[in-house]
């Protein structure tokens, strides 16, 4: 018999052991990092309330309790009786049976008042049907992507328990080092932004942590190849954690399943569903370049198969000597900065993700209190000596300024943004300012994925900020709602009929100008002086967006390409007014990333500066050593730090 068979053996002797006489065990799995009771008593488990918490507490497991198939009410039945114990208020627009776990997908307007009160209306669903009840939003602005990702989760499920059951023993593995060490290889964005990847080793466990791409530097991807990294194949890694779903920490996350990978991908929900939208556009843009796509969409299905998510704050067994907590990075949706708790106590890491510690009109800032960390790896975008952000309210009246000079020439403001996170804060600012008064009420026009991320967003308001949680919840205070938001879904025509009329604002995807359809509004409004071109986010070193905004307004037609009507034989005019208006950055400033560490308690033992050019990644990591006297590092990639 395996150790994990007897493992649970034992499990299943101790939690019989555990339960009152009339409640009986029929079976007890691991699905990844949970263990799974099936019982032929569910309604019983769920009248006693607390059982399966004081199970959980004195087994040090997350515990899910299903029923046997055996016990199943049909479900034409229970679909009645579940609607009796629902509060109609909830909005319930689906119920999905599966017989072969006992489980019920609820979706609702507002799956608060399905889950109730600590968990009172799913209990008694539990009591009254015997199903275990699972709640869904319905998204309130319709999404593709959220519905593309449920069903076919949905269609995958024998296959995705397969996976989970394979996940789960190899979590509870035996442990079979008696070495203690840790190391942490850098694989990417070291000295540079871009192409985010790590490997973080125990005796037990290798886990890659991000696989990203470079910003405007097609073809560097991160030292996959390397002897110490994937040098012998994917198949030597236990788990990917993705930290959010930007481009540059989850674009290569697919190719690994082209090679091989067949594991766990640990992510929150968000971060999924984003990760879907972002590298199958990503892939979409690559066959409109005339590039060859590194992978298939297949495989990005692949990943989202592998994807286990987890919520802020939950602890999480990911290997035999590895638990897992994301918390909330204020950076973008589903962003985390990830805590790694190796060994029994041996030791703490973290790697911050992409963090911004302040709070914004979309998240509440970063989370940086942890029970203990002993090494930090901490992005550094903005680390610079002299990178010290707007303050937001300025930033915010300056933006305001420019949007009504433009408006006044009867020009347009063209704003670059990520689809994710800078757009939809932009969108809040403008909501207000014409709700308010503080500019003329205009079309925004949002163009690429803006709109689909943006009903992404409202799908989990959970992962918001609390004020903008409420008012999501409430469809007539709901701001992405407004009705100045115009999603453009007719391509080049309507682009053209918006360049030629009244004035507007334009938001539009890529942000740093390295394709997509801003590439299209630079052909058609490029040449008006009356216009202008507003840049709110980061430009990294070696993009269009970096070029333009350091005076370039000569643009060879061949870096616009095809869709903003180049050629590759002439020059683009850029006779439209460049702004750059600071202090919406998705990413915490100088000030903000010294504050992360140092409201950090206990501070960690050694800090490693990477996600910045070699300028911002010294200035930190110097700061840091002289201000808090902790050791710091600016690595290079393919460096190997070993703790112990």
Same mark, same amino acid.
């Given at each position: 018999m395996s150790t994990v068979e007897q493992q649970l053996d034992d499990l299943e002797a101790q939690i019989t052991s555990e339960l009152p006489s009339d409640i009986s065990v029929s079976s007890v799995k691991y699905e990844g990092p949970e263990l799974v009771v099936y019982t032929r008593d569910p309604k019983k488990f769920a009248q006693q309330g607390d059982l399966i918490r004081q199970l959980a507490s004195k087994l040090r497991k997350r515990i899910t309790v299903r029923p046997d198939p055996s016990v199943l009410?049909?479900?034409?039945?229970?679909r009645e009786e579940i609607m009796n114990v629902v509060p109609e208020d909830a909005g319930v627009t689906d119920l999905d049976f599966h017989a072969d776990t006992g489980e019920v997908v609820i979706e609702a307007e507002k799956p608060g008042m399905v889950i109730g009160r600590h968990g009172s209306t799913l209990r008694e669903i539990t009591k009254t049907v015997g199903w275990t009840p699972e709640v869904v939003r319905t998204p309130p602005i319709e999404s593709s992507t959220v519905s593309n990702v449920r069903s076919f989760l949905k269609q995958e499920r024998d296959d995705r328990r397969d996976i989970l059951e394979k996940v789960g023993r190899q979590i509870h593995r035996e442990e079979m080092s008696d070495d203690e060490y840790v190391r942490i290889t850098t694989l990417g964005c070291c000295r540079e932004v871009g192409r985010a990847s790590f490997i973080l080793s125990t005796p037990e466990t290798r886990i890659l942590v991000d696989c990203g791409d470079k910003p405007g530097a097609e073809g560097e991807v991160p030292y996959l190849h390397a002897p110490e990294a994937l040098g012998a194949g994917p198949q030597t890694i236990d788990a990917v954690v993705l930290t959010h779903a930007h481009l540059d920490h989850s674009a290569l996350i697919p190719l690994l399943f082209k090679y091989g990978y067949d594991g766990p991908i640990y992510c929150t929900e968000p971060t999924r569903d984003l990760m879907g939208l972002l590298t199958l556009d990503y892939l979409d843009v690559a066959a409109k370049e005339g590039r060859s796509p590194p992978y298939e969409s297949e495989q990005v299905r692949e990943a989202i198969k592998h994807c286990i998510p987890l919520e802020y704050g939950d602890v999480t067994d990911i290997a035999p000597d590895v638990k897992l907590t994301?918390?909330?990075?204020?950076?973008?949706?589903?962003?985390?900065?990830?805590?790694?708790?190796i060994g029994d106590g041996l030791y703490n890491v973290a790697f911050s993700g992409d963090i911004h510690y302040d709070d914004t009109r979309l998240f509440n800032g970063a989370v940086n209190d942890f029970p203990r960390v002993e090494t930090l790896v901490l992005e550094s975008t903005y680390g610079g000596r002299n990178d010290y952000q707007t303050d937001q309210a300025d930033s915010e009246r300056t933006l305001k300024e420019v949007i009504k000079e =433009?408006?006044?020439?009867? #020009?347009?403001?063209?704003?670059?943004?990520?689809a994710v996170g800078r757009s939809q804060e932009i969108m809040l600012v403008l909501e207000e300012a014409m709700r308010s008064g503080d500019i003329p009420e205009m079309p925004v026009h949002l163009d690429g994925m803006i709109w689909e991320a943006t009903a992404i967003h409202t799908t989990y308001p959970e992962y918001l900020r609390d004020d903008l949680r409420d008012r999501i919840f409430h469809e007539d205070e709901n701001p992405f709602l407004a009705e100045q938001f115009n999603h453009i879904d007719a391509g080049e025509e309507e682009r053209q009929e918006v360049a030629d009329g009244e004035p507007c604002i334009i938001l539009s995807t890529s942000g740093m100008v390295t394709g997509g359809p801003i590439m299209s509004w630079?052909?058609?409004?490029?040449?008006?002086?009356?216009? =202008?071109?507003?840049?709110? #986010?980061?430009?990294?070193?070696?993009t269009l967006?970096?070029?333009?905004?350091?005076?370039?307004?000569e643009i060879p037609t061949s870096e616009v390409g095809a869709m903003g009507g180049g050629d590759g034989r002439g020059t683009l005019s850029l006779n439209m007014g460049v702004e750059t208006v600071d202090g919406f950055s998705g990413h915490a400033d100088r000030a903000g990333l010294e504050n992360f560490v140092k409201t950090m308690n206990p501070r960690p033992e050694k800090v490693l500066c990477v996600h910045g050019d070699e300028r911002s990644t010294q200035d930190l990591s110097s700061a840091l050593y002289h201000d808090y006297d902790m050791r710091t590092f600016a690595p290079k990639n393919l460096e190997t730090f070993r703790f112990l």
């Amino acid at each position: 018999m395996s150790t994990v068979e007897q493992q649970l053996d034992d499990l299943e002797a101790q939690i019989t052991s555990e339960l009152p006489s009339d409640i009986s065990v029929s079976s007890v799995k691991y699905e990844g990092p949970e263990l799974v009771v099936y019982t032929r008593d569910p309604k019983k488990f769920a009248q006693q309330g607390d059982l399966i918490r004081q199970l959980a507490s004195k087994l040090r497991k997350r515990i899910t309790v299903r029923p046997d198939p055996s016990v199943l009410s049909r479900p034409e039945q229970a679909r009645e009786e579940i609607m009796n114990v629902v509060p109609e208020d909830a909005g319930v627009t689906d119920l999905d049976f599966h017989a072969d776990t006992g489980e019920v997908v609820i979706e609702a307007e507002k799956p608060g008042m399905v889950i109730g009160r600590h968990g009172s209306t799913l209990r008694e669903i539990t009591k009254t049907v015997g199903w275990t009840p699972e709640v869904v939003r319905t998204p309130p602005i319709e999404s593709s992507t959220v519905s593309n990702v449920r069903s076919f989760l949905k269609q995958e499920r024998d296959d995705r328990r397969d996976i989970l059951e394979k996940v789960g023993r190899q979590i509870h593995r035996e442990e079979m080092s008696d070495d203690e060490y840790v190391r942490i290889t850098t694989l990417g964005c070291c000295r540079e932004v871009g192409r985010a990847s790590f490997i973080l080793s125990t005796p037990e466990t290798r886990i890659l942590v991000d696989c990203g791409d470079k910003p405007g530097a097609e073809g560097e991807v991160p030292y996959l190849h390397a002897p110490e990294a994937l040098g012998a194949g994917p198949q030597t890694i236990d788990a990917v954690v993705l930290t959010h779903a930007h481009l540059d920490h989850s674009a290569l996350i697919p190719l690994l399943f082209k090679y091989g990978y067949d594991g766990p991908i640990y992510c929150t929900e968000p971060t999924r569903d984003l990760m879907g939208l972002l590298t199958l556009d990503y892939l979409d843009v690559a066959a409109k370049e005339g590039r060859s796509p590194p992978y298939e969409s297949e495989q990005v299905r692949e990943a989202i198969k592998h994807c286990i998510p987890l919520e802020y704050g939950d602890v999480t067994d990911i290997a035999p000597d590895v638990k897992l907590t994301f918390h909330n990075a204020g950076h973008i949706l589903g962003s985390a900065v990830s805590h790694f708790h190796i060994g029994d106590g041996l030791y703490n890491v973290a790697f911050s993700g992409d963090i911004h510690y302040d709070d914004t009109r979309l998240f509440n800032g970063a989370v940086n209190d942890f029970p203990r960390v002993e090494t930090l790896v901490l992005e550094s975008t903005y680390g610079g000596r002299n990178d010290y952000q707007t303050d937001q309210a300025d930033s915010e009246r300056t933006l305001k300024e420019v949007i009504k000079e =433009t408006y006044e020439k009867d #020009g347009k403001v063209v704003i670059p943004a990520f689809a994710v996170g800078r757009s939809q804060e932009i969108m809040l600012v403008l909501e207000e300012a014409m709700r308010s008064g503080d500019i003329p009420e205009m079309p925004v026009h949002l163009d690429g994925m803006i709109w689909e991320a943006t009903a992404i967003h409202t799908t989990y308001p959970e992962y918001l900020r609390d004020d903008l949680r409420d008012r999501i919840f409430h469809e007539d205070e709901n701001p992405f709602l407004a009705e100045q938001f115009n999603h453009i879904d007719a391509g080049e025509e309507e682009r053209q009929e918006v360049a030629d009329g009244e004035p507007c604002i334009i938001l539009s995807t890529s942000g740093m100008v390295t394709g997509g359809p801003i590439m299209s509004w630079l052909g058609h409004l490029g040449p008006d002086p009356d216009s =202008t071109l507003v840049f709110v #986010g980061y430009q990294a070193q070696g993009t269009l967006g970096r070029r333009i905004q350091n005076g370039w307004d000569e643009i060879p037609t061949s870096e616009v390409g095809a869709m903003g009507g180049g050629d590759g034989r002439g020059t683009l005019s850029l006779n439209m007014g460049v702004e750059t208006v600071d202090g919406f950055s998705g990413h915490a400033d100088r000030a903000g990333l010294e504050n992360f560490v140092k409201t950090m308690n206990p501070r960690p033992e050694k800090v490693l500066c990477v996600h910045g050019d070699e300028r911002s990644t010294q200035d930190l990591s110097s700061a840091l050593y002289h201000d808090y006297d902790m050791r710091t590092f600016a690595p290079k990639n393919l460096e190997t730090f070993r703790f112990l």
